[in-house]
Structures are given as C-alpha cells and as structure tokens.
T-cell receptor, first 113, second 112 residues
Framework: DGGITQSPKYLFRKEGQNVTLSCEQN?????MYWYRQDPGQGLRLIYY???????QKGDIAEGYSVSREKKESFPLTVTSAQKNPTAFYLC????????????FGPGTRLTVT | GENVEQHPSTLSVQEGDSAVIKCTYS??????FPWYKQELGKRPQLIID?????GEKKDQRIAVTLNKTAKHFSLHITETQPEDSAVYFC???????????FGRGTSLIVHP
C-alpha cells in the first residue's frame, strides 16, 4: 500500500477549529489533488497542484486551503469557514505528460461536531 | 466546464450476469476516459481506461466502449462475481491539464 499515504485515517474536531490533513507521495509525481467524497456525490475536486509552489482551486475550494512547498507533500487545511466539513477526503497524485492515471491515497475521514 | 453524468446509481445483479454502467460527457474536447473501482473502505483504483482514438477496449471480463459522436461511454462487466461488488466511477478529461471530472458513481452489488 505504499506510494501515497494520508494521515490520520480518522480525525475528529470541534466546530470552529481548523484542521490539517496530511498527504505524502514517493512516486515522484508532479501533480497532486484533493477530493472530497460524500455519499452519492462522487469525487469533487477541492484543489490541485501540477508543480511545486503552484496550486489551483477546484470546484469546491471555499473553506479549504493548501500548500505545495515540496514535491512529495500536499497538505489540506479545512478551515472554520467550511460550512459542512464532515466528509471523506481523498488525496491523489499523477504524472504529467502521457500517463493520466491518478493514484489515490487511503483517505481521511473527518468528523466535525 | 465538463459535466459527467453516470447511470444507474445502483445496480444489483446475480452472480454470472453481465453489468453495464453508462456515462455521458459534455465537452467534446475530452479525450481520456478512465474507470475507477472503489471497494468498501478502500481507495479508488483504475481498472480500465480508453482514449478518444479507440472505440473499444477489453481486459479479461471488463470492457469499455466509447461513442464520440454521442459523447457517451460505457463499462461492461461479464460473468460478474461477488468480488466485483464495489462503487464504480467514470471520468472524463482532456489534454493540457488532464484534470478528470468524475461521475457520481454506481454501486454494483453482485448477489451470490
């Protein structure tokens, strides 16, 4: 199960607190992504980064922030501004160029009460 | 932007039957169409993909077909087995960013 890892697997926070989800990959992939998965909603893109020190908003970026200081790492912060943060969060990575497959991490289930 | 519709949302079959999941996309510039399988509690994994210059692709019991004119593509699973039970996602992307847009998923249940 190596390659791309997320920690922790389960995370519990009180409403009003910011929380940071970790994502690390050792696949030497340039691109990394964060998705949110809710039942019946599929995978919705939060942020993506195609190169170090650069990232772009996805479809549902409000209330989230990211950084990409290292190629291997793409942490996601869920801020108190996110209205409904309880969800399953998936990180993914891919190469750039002719290989398009995304490799997913095991996910972090965040519960905010 | 791209919009991907996936149907059905739930599909229940008997072991040995065939299963078909259909997706439509809106952006005619999309040229790469992957399918991911997500077993319960696991991460999504690519099971098959197709590029726009190909009409059909097979890999053992699974196949994908693409109709560029109608902008739809389908996943076909033959001789289904209980271990095929999972959520299947289709996606579409295009050259440049290759950022995929995913469908909402189909929960396939294969009854022994």
């Amino acid at each position: 199960d190596g390659g791309i890892t997320q920690s922790p697997k389960y995370l519990f926070r009180k409403e009003g607190q910011n929380v940071t989800l970790s994502c690390e990959q050792n696949l030497n992939h340039d691109a990394m992504y964060w998705y949110r998965q809710d039942p019946g909603q599929g995978l919705r893109l939060i942020y993506y980064s195609q190169i170090v020190n650069d990232f772009q908003k996805g479809d549902i970026a409000e209330g989230y922030s990211v950084s990409r200081e290292k190629k291997e790492s793409f942490p996601l912060t869920v801020t108190s501004a996110q209205k409904n943060p309880t969800a399953f969060y998936l990180c993914a990575s891919s190469t750039r160029g002719t290989i398009y497959e995304q490799y997913f991490g095991p996910g972090t289930r965040l519960t905010v009460t | 932007g791209e919009n991907v519709e996936q149907h059905p949302s739930t599909l229940s079959v008997q072991e040995g039957d065939s299963a078909v999941i259909k997706c439509t996309y809106s952006d005619s510039a999309s040229n790469y169409f992957p399918w991911y399988k997500q077993e319960l509690g696991k991460r999504p994994q690519l099971i098959i993909d197709i590029r726009s210059n190909v009409g059909e692709k097979k890999d053992q019991r699974i196949a994908v077909t693409l109709n560029k004119t109608a902008k739809h593509f389908s996943l076909h699973i033959t001789e289904t087995q209980p271990e095929d039970s999972a959520v299947y996602f289709c996606a579409a992307s295009k050259g440049g960013s290759y950022i995929p847009t995913f469908g909402r998923g189909t929960s396939l249940i294969v009854h022994p």
